[in-house]
Every structure is written in C-alpha cells, then in structure tokens.
Nanobody, 121 residues
C-alpha cells in the first residue's frame, strides 16, 4: 500500500536549518508530483512547496520563498525540504503529500504521519 514517512523534524533556533525527508513506497514515485504542507493548531493545512514528477519545476508559498528548497531523488523514492533561515512562524507539523490517480482518473490524496518542526530560542 501507499506509504509516506517523514523524518528530520526537531527543535532549532531562529536562523537555523533543518532538512526534512519523505520516503515513499507503494506507488511509482517518479510518475507523481510531490508536495510539502504544514499545519499549526487551529489553522488549515498550508501548502509550503511542490515539485513536479521529474523535479524540473518547483513552486513555493510566498512565506518560504528564498528560504526553503524542495527537491527529490527518484532513485531513492524520496522528497526533501531544505529549510534555511528558519523563523518562529515556521513552527508547525510538516506533512508530505502525493495525489495519485486511478486508471479511471479518480484522484486520492495520501499523507504521511507528519514531523514536528519547532523554531524557538
């Protein structure tokens, strides 16, 4: 079955860096775009970054542009989120996401369990 497993979260001081990883299994990873979302208590899940199946194109939320970089290694079925210059407001649970499609064209979103990122002095 489809599995997305995030890792790499933790506690970091403002201005610091973290790299999140999301290991995927159960589907042909190189066929699908991947996304990172984040969520804080009481707020809706926010799209942080996305990357196309080949990795040739990326998009970012305005709040993280210039600080975060999404990348992928299709040989390892893994997507990454490099987070630099972290701010207090980046504190959230970060989720990996993939939207897969059946042969009938029906889509389904899959999520990892999330990894906590806490930015604090």
């Amino acid at each position: 079955q489809v599995q997305l497993v995030e890792s790499g979260g933790g506690l970091v001081q403002p201005g610091g860096s973290l790299r999140l990883s999301c290991a995927a299994s159960g589907f042909i990873f190189s066929w699908y775009a991947m996304k990172w979302y984040r969520q804080t208590p009481g707020k809706e899940r926010e799209l942080v970054a996305s990357i196309t199946d080949s990795g040739g194109s990326t998009t970012y939320a305005d709040s993280v542009k210039g600080r975060f970089t999404i990348s992928r290694d299709n040989s390892k079925n893994t997507v990454y989120l490099q987070m630099n210059s972290l701010k207090l407001e980046d504190t959230a649970v970060y989720y990996c996401n993939s939207r897969l499609y059946t042969s009938g064209g029906i889509s389904k979103d899959y999520w990892g369990q999330g990894t906590q990122v806490t930015v604090s002095s």
